[in-house]
């Protein structure tokens, strides 16, 4: 879905119109936030010192609900419409003509390896910990992000070769953000290599 305006109130909608809050006075405050923002997006020209303050509340609000599929689900709606306000709030910088695609991301000298047990024991999202993924050799810090809460997507734990599952459901890594690239992960003979030679 390319974010624009209207598509942007038209997930908000979606919130205005759930269903999945049983608690009513939650559900009310989701609405009412909800609404306050629509309304302000609404304008001809939204003003970013009231648009803020209710994109704040409105998360605010759907943070507070007890159910942790249900918050995500409300978040992972709201997430477009911030990230298309954001966008629209950004000056426009004229962009360098487009470089042919590579079919891996760049490795620069200064790469940081890890192994599959680092990032088990160190990177798994638990005990606040990051939380990294390898997909085909690149590692990514998915910390932070809302689909990786709690250190864990649809069921797949952080901290860990996620590739098998990664190309399960999605046919390319366009959908990671090359800015969260951290390094690669070392192959498993290397790894293992590595352990003789501290012995």
Same mark, same amino acid.
């Given at each position: =879905?390319?974010?624009?305006? %209207?598509? +942007? @109130?038209?997930?908000? *909608? /979606?919130?205005?119109?759930?269903? =999945?809050?049983?608690?009513?006075?939650?559900? @009310?405050?989701?609405?009412?936030?909800?609404?306050?923002?629509?309304?302000?997006?609404?304008a001809r020209h939204p003003m970013p010192? @009231?648009?803020?303050?209710?994109? +704040?509340?409105?998360? /605010?609000?759907? $943070?507070?609900?007890?159910?942790?599929?249900?918050?995500? #689900? @409300?978040?992972?709606?709201?997430?477009?419409?911030?990230?298309?306000?954001?966008?629209?709030?950004?000056?426009?910088?004229?962009?360098?003509?487009?470089?042919?695609?590579?079919?891996?991301? *760049?490795?620069?000298? *200064?790469?940081?390896?890890?192994?599959? $047990?680092?990032? #088990? /024991?160190?990177?798994?999202?638990?005990?606040?910990?990051?939380?990294?993924?390898?997909? +085909?050799?690149?590692?990514?810090?998915?910390?932070? =992000?809302?689909?990786?809460?709690?250190?864990?997507?649809?069921?797949?734990?952080?901290?860990?070769?996620?590739?098998?599952?990664?190309?399960? %459901? %999605?046919?390319?890594?366009?959908?990671?953000?090359?800015?969260?690239?951290?390094?690669?992960?070392?192959?498993?003979?290397?790894? %293992? $290599?590595?352990?003789?030679? =501290? $012995?």
């Amino acid at each position: =879905m390319k974010l624009n305006q %209207h598509n +942007s @109130l038209v997930l908000l *909608d /979606r919130i205005i119109q759930n269903r =999945m809050i049983n608690n009513p006075a939650k559900r @009310l405050g989701i609405r009412a936030a909800a609404l306050a923002l629509k309304k302000e997006l609404e304008a001809r020209h939204p003003m970013p010192e @009231l648009v803020k303050p209710c994109l +704040s509340e409105l998360k /605010r609000q759907i $943070r507070a609900v007890n159910t942790p599929y249900k918050q995500k #689900r @409300l978040l992972a709606l709201l997430q477009p419409i911030e990230a298309w306000w954001l966008s629209s709030q950004e000056p426009v910088v004229p962009q360098e003509a487009p470089k042919p695609a590579k079919a891996e991301p *760049d490795t620069p000298p *200064d790469t940081t390896y890890f192994t599959q $047990r680092q990032l #088990r /024991r160190d990177y798994n999202g638990m005990n606040s910990k990051p939380a990294y993924i390898a997909v +085909s050799g690149i590692v990514y810090d998915v910390t932070g =992000m809302p689909q990786w809460e709690l250190g864990s997507h649809y069921g797949v734990l952080a901290g860990q070769d996620v590739t098998q599952q990664f190309f399960t %459901h %999605h046919t390319d890594t366009s959908i990671l953000p090359k800015e969260r690239i951290v390094g690669r992960l070392l192959k498993q003979n290397a790894e %293992h $290599r590595d352990r003789i030679r =501290m $012995r």
